[in-house]
């Protein structure tokens, strides 16, 4: 009985070696994925490796912050790097009953400006 | 013994209620938080307390989405309301031995544009 933390580390491990065979054994035929912030859909194992393959063919590298998994469901926290850029990707997992990945949400959120109303309230870092 | 599912769950159910006192018997007192977008911390319980009862004095509403937890790390997807715009709130907490929130990073990922590389292999929704 594979644990859904240990099927995220897997997740992760697949794509950082673009083992997309590898990936596509944890993936539910079905699988959904969303992207909330650009509001994009990704159906079916197929269209969501070819989405994995294909959508992202420049030279990135990842490195796995946390993982947090219960039940059947889990939250993962990266840092994807490409050229001198690196930006944290958030993801939220939905497993099936036998362990296999059913839904996905990527959240990348990108730097921004800290807001006067709270300014006094922090440090910087 | 209170599972850290169950500790997020209290954290975003008292900070609904505006119940700072409540709030503040979650947190470890050298509590840590890190905003890595605008790269804001504040450090320990009594600054944490204030940041939250006076940083955001406008009339949101939060609604959890998923809570995570396993051992002693968590992580929480909520939607927050304001006036008509509804943001998702992205949360990872460590706890404490004795359960208590030592660290919390938090994540407010904004709107983006769908890169035309990917347009290609997605639905839009």
Same mark, same amino acid.
């Given at each position: 009985?594979?644990?859904?933390?240990?099927?995220v580390?897997?997740?992760?491990?697949?794509a950082?070696?673009?083992?997309?065979?590898?990936f596509?054994?944890l993936?539910? %035929?079905?699988?959904?994925?969303?992207?909330? @912030?650009?509001?994009e859909?990704?159906?079916?194992?197929?269209?969501?490796?070819r989405?994995?393959?294909?959508?992202?063919?420049?030279?990135? @590298?990842l490195?796995?912050?946390?993982i947090? /998994?219960?039940?059947?469901?889990?939250?993962?926290?990266?840092?994807?790097?490409?050229? %001198?850029?690196?930006?944290? /990707?958030?993801?939220?997992?939905?497993?099936?009953?036998? /362990?296999k990945?059913?839904?996905?949400?990527?959240?990348?959120?990108?730097?921004?400006?800290?807001?006067?109303? $709270?300014?006094?309230?922090v440090? $910087?870092y």
């Open positions: 009985m594979t644990s859904v933390h240990d099927v580390a897997e997740y992760w491990a697949a950082a070696a673009r083992d997309w065979e590898r596509g054994t993936l539910a %035929d079905d699988v959904l994925y969303r992207g909330p @912030q650009a509001r859909l990704v159906r079916g194992k197929q269209a969501y490796l989405f994995n393959a294909e959508g992202f063919a420049y030279e990135w @590298q490195a796995v912050k946390r947090v /998994g219960e039940g059947r469901h889990a939250a993962s926290w990266i840092e994807m790097t490409y050229a %001198d850029d690196t930006q944290a /990707g958030l993801c939220f997992f939905d497993l099936t009953e036998d /362990g990945i059913a839904e996905i949400t990527d959240f990348w959120p990108a730097p921004s400006e800290l807001p006067d109303s $709270r300014a006094h309230l440090e $910087r």
